[in-house]
């Protein structure tokens, strides 16, 4: 079965360093993968997803992704937090043989403190 | 607007009582998906139905029922035999047209047992 690693449960950087929240997966053939943002006692937004398109990917609030084969990751960056950036990351994955519907797999997380 | 509602928002159960979680949808999605979250784990999926009257078990099915009686509504039941309940859970539905789409997620339902 597919499967997410989020290395890393807690990262905290000063506000406008770069943010570098990391994710690796585990499968031969490269799969679709999604970032989430979840903020305290909410449901999950969608920040970006890698369906092969193209291996940068541009997403909201500034985040983007890059997707490097040899690697099998995609971690997610920000070249300046803000403080609105505090929150739980969630990186997901899809087998890319699978109907559009299918389940994903979702990483641990890894929440995001944003000091001053 | 279109969007997902989970309802309620905080519920409370006695040990030994079933009660049962509202997510609506109306965003015309054929899939529909329960998780439950805890603390350091992640999202676990616990149900998920990909068309009417159709679902399947996901990981972690035990302790727990659904329906899926019209396309709009996915109802989650946490019966007595869920030996530990108390955790957060989140409806999602996901069009089913295209080639990969995301899932959208509701506000969800915080469930603790007394």
């Known amino acids: 079965a597919q499967s997410v690693t989020q290395l890393g449960s807690h990262v905290s950087v000063s506000e406008g360093a770069l943010v570098l929240l990391r994710c690796n997966y585990s499968s031969s053939v490269p799969p679709y993968l999604f970032w989430y943002v979840q903020y305290p006692n909410q449901g999950l937004q969608l920040l970006l997803k890698?369906?092969?398109?193209?291996?940068l990917v541009k997403g909201i609030n500034g985040f983007e992704a890059e997707f490097k084969k040899s690697e099998t990751s995609f971690h997610l960056t920000k070249p300046s937090a803000h403080m609105s950036d505090a929150a739980e990351y969630f990186c997901?994955?899809?087998?890319?043989?699978?109907?559009?519907?299918?389940?994903?797999?979702f990483g641990t997380g890894t929440r995001l403190q944003v000091t001053l | 607007d279109g969007g997902i509602t989970q309802s309620p928002k905080y519920l409370f159960r006695k040990e030994g009582q079933n009660v049962t979680l509202s997510c609506e949808q109306n965003?015309?999605?054929?899939?529909m998906y329960w998780y439950r979250q805890d603390p350091g784990q992640g999202l676990r999926l616990i149900y998920y139905s990909q068309i009417v009257n159709d679902f399947q078990k996901g990981d972690i099915a035990e302790g727990y029922s659904v329906s899926r009686e019209k396309k709009e509504s996915f109802p989650l039941t946490v019966t007595s035999a869920q030996k530990n309940p108390t955790a957060f859970y989140l409806c999602a539905s996901c069009y089913s047209g295209g080639t990969v789409n995301e899932q959208f997620f509701g506000p969800g339902t915080r469930l603790t047992v007394l």
């Open positions: 890698y369906t092969s398109a193209a291996t």
């Open positions: 965003l015309n999605h054929d899939a």
């Open positions: 997901a994955v899809r087998p890319v043989n699978t109907g559009t519907a299918s389940k994903l797999t």
